[in-house]
């Protein structure tokens, strides 16, 4: 609440500026916060690239980044005017616009997407004694933080494969680096994560030498999850040598990364984020490999949640149709 109330301070003063006349008004910067994810994952790099892009790139910007738990607190930050850009994946937008799972508690959260980024990828790692979901059963098994988008996730892979993720595993919930660590240490026996190819703390886990662990295949996993959430999630193969030690591909499940606002975000805040990222596209691209796939024809593509409508002006402005 204190943040919440410092940032409408901090924009009611931004207002106040307007009548100082435009010496003062050009010194005036604009803050933004970009809600990312833990340390471990894709989302924390990502995001504090886009800031430090934002900040360096476009006038009188000054955009910080915000370590979180990823999609689910990222949505309730920008829902509650506590993050003015956050990371999602769709499984956990389309959720919050609906009010069910993770949002159950509070109701329906309007957020709108502004691109597509990359897509995530179900990591299901595992001991080398376990050899597909299914027999996960009875073990120790990390499913993602709380509430997040991992958790919802995991939860809808071991349905898949014919288990009670409430029941037929000991759940741990912990974060990518802290699953990696716990791996390593012998506590869990394997962990799900959902994220980016690489994801730091599978790689500094794979480069560690720790541990032994594979990664497991859910592309049947996949086909029963398409049955009872058409359009949500797709095929996703995971190039051989990803991590060190991975020799052959993986074929798994993937769903798409979306940078959000909420839904009454300002046009003008939607325009100056995209022309930040688009106009300086050769610097996002460098923040991290996935970034490398953001193209403007990439981060225009129609989803099963809607755009924000500046963001769809900003596309159709430059050629680009949604």
């Given amino acids: 609440m204190t943040l919440l109330l410092n940032r409408r301070a901090a924009l009611a003063a931004s207002a106040a500026l307007l009548g100082l006349g435009a010496p003062a008004l050009a010194q005036a910067r ?32 000054q955009a910080t980044s915000q370590v979180t738990g990823g999609s689910v607190d990222n949505i309730n930050l920008l829902s509650a005017g506590d993050a003015d850009i956050g990371f999602s994946t769709l499984d956990s937008v389309v959720d919050a616009l609906n009010g069910v799972g993770a949002y159950a508690r509070g109701g329906k959260r309007e957020v709108r997407i502004i691109a597509v980024l990359y897509d995530n990828v179900l990591h299901a790692v595992a001991t080398p004694a376990i050899n ?12 993602g933080s709380a509430g997040s988008s991992t958790e919802g996730w995991a939860d809808r892979t071991l349905e898949a494969a014919g288990l009670n993720p409430k029941t037929d595993i000991i759940r ?10 716990a791996l390593a ?5 394997g962990f799900f994560w959902g994220g980016g190819v690489p994801t730091a703390a599978i790689r500094d886990l794979a480069q560690s030498g720790r541990t032994a662990f594979k990664l497991l295949d859910t592309s049947k996993e996949l086909v029963e999850m398409n049955k009872k959430y058409p359009g949500l999630y797709r095929e996703s193969i995971m190039p051989p040598n990803s991590y060190q030690g991975q020799t052959q591909a993986v074929s798994g499940i993937g769903v798409a990364n979306v940078m959000l606002v909420d839904a009454k975000a300002p046009n003008d805040l939607v325009t100056l984020i995209l022309e930040g990222i688009f106009n300086n596209l050769t610097d996002m691209q460098a923040v ?9 024809q990439t981060a225009a593509v129609k989803l099963a949640a809607p755009f924000h409508p500046a963001a769809e002006a900003f596309y159709k402005a430059r050629g680009v149709s949604i």
């Fill in 30 to 61: 604009r803050r933004l916060t970009v809600a990312t994810g833990g340390t471990g994952g894709v989302y924390f790099v990502y995001g504090g690239g886009l800031a430090r892009v934002l900040t360096e790139k476009v006038p009188n910007v």
């Fill in 185 to 189: 240490d012998g506590k869990i026996a």
């Fill in 132 to 143: 597909s979901v299914a027999e996960m059963k009875g073990k120790r098994i990390g499913v």
């Fill in 288 to 296: 991290h490999p996935e970034a490398r796939k953001l193209t403007l």
């Fill in 172 to 181: 741990d919930n912990l974060g990518v680096a802290e699953s990696a660590n």
